[in-house]
């Protein structure tokens, strides 16, 4: 069964860390690239990160500096670290696999295949 499973969500105070899990099952997670997808309230969801099948990261230029992306093809997962939270970094965040797009396209979430079910980030002090 194919699974997009997001963990590590909850509520943090602004200037907090935290690290987002995506872990993935039932395809073969090596051809995708991974994007992390976020949706603030009353707001439409938006791409923040990608990765690409060869690792390479990009970011919108809001999280560039505190975002940071990574996978482990090992264990099927990839991972958001957020550092220097801040209050619009709050909202649902999803991670979605995409194979055979364009890189130009992998902010787009039309251009993902699979999607995970999201995971809450609340900043508030």
């Known amino acids: 069964q194919l699974q997009l499973v997001e963990s590590g969500g909850g509520l943090v105070q602004p200037g907090g860390s935290l690290r987002l899990s995506c872990a993935a099952s039932?395809?073969?997670?090596?051809?995708?690239?991974i994007g992390w997808f976020r949706q603030a309230p009353g707001k439409e969801r938006e791409g923040v990160s990608y990765?690409?099948?060869?690792?390479?990261?990009s970011y919108v230029d809001s999280v560039k500096g505190r975002y940071t992306i990574s996978r482990d093809n090992a264990k099927n997962t990839v991972y958001l670290k957020i550092n220097s939270v801040k209050l619009e970094d709050t909202g649902i965040y999803y991670c979605?696999?995409?194979?055979?797009?364009?890189?130009?396209?992998?902010?787009?979430?039309?251009?993902?295949?699979?999607w995970g079910q999201g995971t809450q980030v609340t900043v508030s002090s």
């Open positions: 979605a696999a995409s194979r055979n797009r364009p890189l130009f396209r992998l902010y787009v979430a039309s251009s993902y295949q699979y």
């Open positions: 039932g395809f073969t997670f090596d051809d995708y690239a």
């Open positions: 990765i690409t099948v060869g690792g390479s990261t």
